[in-house]
Every structure is written in structure tokens, then in C-alpha cells.
């Protein structure tokens, strides 16, 4: 089955700053890659996601690339601000896997002042 | 505009005792899906389910069963709790696979 695998587990930048978690995943027939974000004490929000038709997308700060020749997916975000410290999730999943999202371990970003 | 409803928001349970993890939605979407949430090892798959009366497993269903009779509840059992299911436990829906899921605020169990 899809295996994902997320790095770094914590990272901790300068206000302003970028970040960038990357993520690997096993399956090649995984085709949708979303990016959550979680508060503490919340569940995850989607942040931004992209599929496997698309290089690269971006939503104001934050871009996400795709690789799919070699399995790699990163989110990037740019000019950090303290409301960016969260943990953020990177997922696949794949109609042939009957669709079920698979999930990283988790990046827990802390943004200093 | 409550999207993903879960209750309780906490449990602690003895080994043995069983339990319902309550998961409703209101958006009509049709899949929905379980996870546990145990430092550093993510948000791991146990039951999901396509629409109402269809169920599969995740990466991690023992001790787990679900149901899905209605569109907008999807119950999730422990049968005979253990301290290894103490977790943080959240349900999410979809509109349609591969689409964006929304989580619900997720259940913290303790099994003592």
C-alpha cells in the first residue's frame, strides 16, 4: 500500500524567513497530494493541495511543487509569521487505492520572533 | 454551519470497557473516514467508507468496527478498549475522494 514519508519532523525559522517540508510517497498511481495544517487542539485544515497534472501551485505565501518521476512533493512557504506555527501534514491518495488519504507523520513549524 | 460534529471530546475508559466514537456531518458528503493520532506517527487510516452500507479497512482497523447506515453519522466501536488505542481520535468527510477532507475536532481517549 501508499507509504508517505515527511521531513523534517520539527523546524523551527526566523519570522520572514521561508520554510520548506518535503514529502516522498510510494505509490505511482497516487494523483492527489493536499497539505494540512493543524492547530493545537484542532483537527487538520486543508492549506492547499495539487494533483498529478500540475508542476506547481501557489496560494499567496504558500506553494506546493510535485515531482513524479521521482515520488517527491514539497510545501514552501514564504515571509513566515507567527500565526505560520502549526504542524502540517502531507498526504497522497489515488483512485485506484480506493481513494483512501494517506498521511506523513507531521512537521511541527515554530516561527521565531 | 456545523460541518464535522464529534462527540465525546474526551473519554477515559477502563481495559475491557466498550465505547462509541460519535461522528455526524452535515454537508451530505459521502465518504467519510476515521483516524488516530499518536505522536509522531501522523494521522493513521482505521475505517473508511464510500457511502451509507459501505465499509473498508484503513492501515490500522483491530479492535475497531464501524458502520454507516445513514449519509451523515459514521460510528466508530472499540470493542474491548486497550491502552494501546489511547489516542487522539478524529473523523473527517469528503465531498468525493480525492477531494478536500474536512476534520471534525477530534476525540482524546484514554484507556486506563
Known amino acids: 500500500g501508499e507509504n508517505v514519508e515527511q521531513h523534517p519532523s520539527t523546524l523551527s525559522v526566523q519570522e520572514g524567513d521561508s520554510a520548506v517540508i518535503k514529502c516522498t510517497y510510494s505509490?505511482?498511481?497516487?494523483?492527489?497530494f493536499p497539505w494540512y495544517k493543524q492547530e493545537l487542539g484542532k483537527g487538520p485544515q486543508l492549506i492547499i493541495d495539487?494533483?498529478?497534472?500540475?508542476g506547481e501551485k501557489k496560494d499567496q505565501r504558500i506553494a506546493v511543487t510535485l515531482n513524479k518521476t521521482a515520488k517527491h512533493f514539497s510545501l514552501h512557504i514564504t515571509e513566515t509569521q507567527p500565526e505560520d506555527s502549526a504542524v502540517y501534514f502531507c498526504?497522497?491518495?489515488?483512485?485506484?487505492?480506493?481513494?483512501?488519504?494517506?498521511f506523513g507523520s507531521g512537521t511541527r513549524l515554530s516561527i521565531r520572533p | 454551519n456545523a460541518g464535522v460534529t464529534q462527540t465525546p471530546k474526551f473519554q477515559v475508559l477502563k481495559t475491557g470497557q466498550s465505547m462509541t466514537l460519535q461522528c455526524a456531518q452535515d454537508?451530505?458528503?459521502?465518504?467519510m473516514s476515521w483516524y488516530r493520532q499518536d505522536p509522531g506517527m501522523g494521522l493513521r487510516l482505521i475505517h473508511y467508507s464510500v457511502g451509507a452500507g459501505i465499509t473498508d479497512q484503513g492501515e490500522v482497523p483491530n479492535g475497531y468496527n464501524v458502520s454507516r447506515s445513514t449519509t451523515e453519522d459514521f460510528p466508530l466501536r472499540l470493542l474491548s478498549a486497550a491502552p494501546s488505542q489511547t489516542s487522539v481520535y478524529f473523523c473527517a468527510s469528503s465531498y468525493e475522494p480525492n477531494t478536500e477532507a474536512f476534520f471534525g475536532q477530534g476525540t482524546r481517549l484514554t484507556v486506563v
Open positions: 495539487i494533483r498529478s497534472n500540475v
Open positions: 505509490d505511482s498511481a497516487s494523483n492527489y
Open positions: 454537508m451530505n458528503h459521502e465518504y
Open positions: 498526504a497522497a491518495s489515488s483512485y485506484s487505492s480506493a481513494s483512501k488519504i494517506i
